[in-house]
């Protein structure tokens, strides 16, 4: 079993509609959670981050964490065809740096 | 633009060559990290220096190896090169912790 999963997709949604990606996970010590937009062939690009269980809202973008499921979900509302990329969602423990990377989603929002 | 800056953009070699990859971190970024993405493996966390000192290691291969240097640059050496090698490599910069990575363009190494 990977450390962190996620559905490669490809997702595919008109314009307008709200998203939702999710990861999951099976280290229980993941405390930072993270997510990234890669444009094809670019480098990724931090979204946001969160700490522990909650919520972060930034925009159109919404981040979860659900610690007790082990599961993370970022939702973008209203999307936008400049939202078509693959996200990575990321995770790394309090006291070590390295930071393990989901496989990705890719995204196509459809004008 | 991150600030981040990796050079060479492509990069094409013969297997059993050597080659270097070079990044410039962000202005003030004390910590750089090394990835390699396949389209098989994802985004893999290959090494990470801390203000010249080596800090973590992935999986990186016996046949890579990394430095950063005094003025912050680094450099992600590649050697005895095989097909399975070729790949996007990302370098990232971050001012200390890793929650906030910023990546450079990539350098796409092509091994024949």
């Known amino acids: 079993q990977k450390e962190v999963e996620q559905d490669p997709g490809p997702l595919s949604v008109p314009e307008g509609a709200i998203v939702s990606l999710n990861c999951t996970y099976s280290?229980?010590?993941?405390?930072?959670f993270m997510w990234y937009r890669q444009y094809s062939r670019k480098g990724p690009e931090l979204l946001m981050y969160?700490?522990?269980?909650g919520n972060k809202e930034d925009g159109r973008f919404t981040a979860q964490v659900d610690k007790s499921s082990k599961y993370i979900s970022l939702f973008i509302r209203d999307s936008q065809p400049s939202d078509s990329a693959t996200y990575l969602c990321?995770?790394?423990?309090?006291?070590?740096?390295?930071?393990?990377f989901g496989p990705g989603t890719s995204l196509s929002v459809i004008p | 633009d991150s600030g981040v800056t990796q050079t060479p953009k492509h990069l094409i070699t013969a297997t059993g060559q050597r080659v270097t990859l070079r990044c410039s971190p962000r202005?003030?970024?004390?910590?750089v990290y090394w990835y390699q993405q396949s389209l098989d493996q994802g985004l893999q966390f290959l090494i990470q220096?801390?203000?010249?000192?080596?800090?973590a290691k992935g999986n990186i291969l016996e046949r890579f190896s990394a430095q950063q240097f005094p003025d912050l640059h680094s450099e992600l050496n590649l050697s005895s090169l095989e097909l399975g090698d070729s790949a996007l490599y990302f370098c990232?910069?971050?001012?200390?912790?890793?929650?906030?990575?910023?990546f450079g363009p990539g350098t796409r190494l092509t091994v024949l």
């Open positions: 990232a910069s971050s001012f200390i912790r890793s929650n906030e990575q910023f």
């Open positions: 990321a995770m790394r423990e309090t006291s070590y740096d390295k930071v393990i």
């Open positions: 969160t700490y522990s269980s």
């Open positions: 220096y801390y203000n010249g000192e080596e800090r």
């Open positions: 280290n229980s010590a993941f405390q930072y």
């Open positions: 202005s003030g970024d004390l910590s």
